[in-house]
């Protein structure tokens, strides 16, 4: 059988809005303490939209752009979007068409939507990955692009959420690769449905009569709804299982890993995770604690920084993992 080509990042991209939000100012709404949250999940300030000025697919849309750029590409080079958000515009149509409007792309090329929260990225990037290993496409965009704050509970009632939860956006060029055993070595997805509920925002559901009026009454569940410390217990052993599962599939041991990059959902899952793989300080990245959790376009934003910041240079392995509302999990394994 012919060996499939694959894939390889050949551009990357963020945006965040000007806004800083830092924990003092949480302070002043949510009955809680800079030193809580710190202690708690790294975060020391995030990032906060402004309405008129940010949406999800205008922060996809820059974020999308530099990416390009970064390619030396334009977007009439795009042949498929992959949209990552559990943030989008509008209930429906999704962002993905909206992104392709924003970046005035001629011609009618295929916007996917994909809502897998914590993990949508490499579900995103997994599924851009198998559209250019089969030949359908060749230059793929991928984005992840979030607003939180526009949807927490800012009381001290959402104290246990409205702390973590940050807005931004990051992006990817994928292209297929012309370097034997470079680029997306494989990428592992996993979901758990039985716990759907433990991350949850459940308003407004399609399930009842008049879903309107049930959801204003029920004001309540419009908003997130996080069981923290089962979300945790579970990140924590997800996390080293499916990064343990890409390496196996590549012959490879933790030791090989240049740069973990996971989702950023608390400082303190990821100092966990680093130990027990056992990985120095400088082959995990966090930038938690500036931009807070921001579900799907956490990872691109790390990446996007960590090029920037010149952490990744040819040749590395890079490992990106996550886990999340669903439950859901999965890992990226890629020689850079
Ligand atoms: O993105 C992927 C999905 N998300 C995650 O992976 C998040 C996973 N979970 C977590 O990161 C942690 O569970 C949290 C950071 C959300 C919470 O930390 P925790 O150590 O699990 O705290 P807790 O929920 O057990 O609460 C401990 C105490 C409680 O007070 P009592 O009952 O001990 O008196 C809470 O009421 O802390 C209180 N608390 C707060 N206090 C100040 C909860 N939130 C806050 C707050 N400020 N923001």
């Known amino acids: 059988m012919a060996t ?12 965040v809005p000007s806004r800083v939000v830092k924990n003092a100012e949480l302070e002043t709404l949510l009955d809680t303490s800079d030193a809580w949250i710190q202690e708690r999940t790294g975060i020391q300030e995030r990032r906060w939209f402004e309405e008129g000025i940010d949406t999800t697919t205008n922060m996809g849309t820059k ?17 498929l979007i992959v949209f990552a958000t559990l943030s989008p515009d509008y209930v429906f149509p999704g962002s993905g068409v909206l992104l392709q409007r924003e970046l005035g792309m001629k011609d009618h090329v295929p916007a996917l939507d994909v809502r897998n929260q914590c993990s949508g990225f490499i ?4 599924v851009a990955d198998q559209f250019i290993k089969t030949g359908m496409y060749d230059n793929v965009l991928v984005v992840g692009s979030e607003i939180h704050s526009s949807g927490l509970d800012k009381t001290p009632r959402g104290r ?23 680029g997306i070595l494989s990428t592992h997805l996993h979901a758990q449905g039985e716990f759907a509920e433990e991350l949850i925002v459940k308003e407004p559901g399609s399930n009842r009569e008049g879903r309107v009026t ?13 069981n923290g410390q089962n979300v945790f217990k579970n990140a924590v052993v997800r996390f080293p299982q499916v990064i343990k599962e890409a390496l196996d599939a590549n012959q490879l041991q933790a030791a090989d890993i240049d740069l973990l990059i996971p989702h950023q959902a608390n400082l303190r899952i990821t100092q966990y995770v680093q ?7 400088d082959k995990v990245f966090s930038n938690i604690q500036r931009y807070g959790n921001t579900t799907a376009a956490s990872i691109p934003l790390a990446l996007s920084e ?30 850079w």
């Open 214 to 226: 049930v959801a204003v009454e029920n004001q309540a569940d419009m908003y997130p709804y996080m």
């Open 306 to 335: 960590a090029v920037q910041q010149g952490k990744i240079k040819r040749g590395d392995l890079l490992c990106l993992a996550a886990f999340g509302s669903g439950f859901t999990w999965a890992s990226a394994l890629i020689r």
């Open 160 to 182: 246990g959420v409205a702390v973590i939860f940050g807005d931004g956006a990051g992006a990817v060029l994928l292209r297929p690769s012309t370097r034997a055993g470079h």
């Open 275 to 281: 130990g027990k793989m056992g990985l120095a300080d």
């Open 4 to 15: 499939l080509r694959h894939s390889e990042i050949a551009g990357t991209g963020h945006y």
């Open 63 to 79: 974020a999308a752009q530099m990416a390009l750029a970064d390619a030396g590409l334009t977007a009439d080079d795009v042949q």
């Open 123 to 126: 579900y995103a990037l997994s």
